[in-house]
């Protein structure tokens, strides 16, 4: 069964950062060879994708984030990261690693990210 696992949010002022990280397990095949994206959900918002890095290490970002959020992955310690910076308070949500893997969607259980004076 995989596994996600989200740590590092909490409070920040306007203007910092914050590194999220997320540890997956329970993968049967390489690691390595899957898609995995970071979602946030705002207070009575839809869920968003806010990042994406492919197996090849490609990465695609939400426009309301390019040039602040930097994703990367660990293959071997099968971990993703989200290195947010110049944080703003329209980025306040929880924050959700995700992973399509053998047809199923897997999601952690969020990661609270307050950004506020």
């Known amino acids: 069964q995989v596994q996600l696992v989200e740590s590092g949010g909490g409070l920040v002022q306007p203007g910092g950062s914050l590194r999220l990280s997320c540890a997956a397990s329970g993968f049967k095949f390489s690691f390595g060879l899957y898609t995995l994206s970071w979602y946030r959900q705002a207070p009575g918002k839809e869920r968003e994708a806010v990042a994406t890095?492919?197996?090849?290490?490609?990465?695609i970002y939400a426009d309301s984030v390019k040039g602040r959020f930097t994703v990367s992955r660990d293959n071997i310690k099968k971990t993703v990261t989200l290195q947010m910076n110049s944080l703003k308070p329209e980025d306040t949500a929880v924050y959700y690693c995700?992973?399509?893997?053998?047809?199923?969607?897997?999601w952690g259980q969020g990661t609270q990210v307050t950004v506020s004076p």
């Open positions: 995700y992973v399509r893997y053998m047809g199923s969607d897997y």
């Open positions: 890095i492919g197996s090849t290490f490609t990465t």
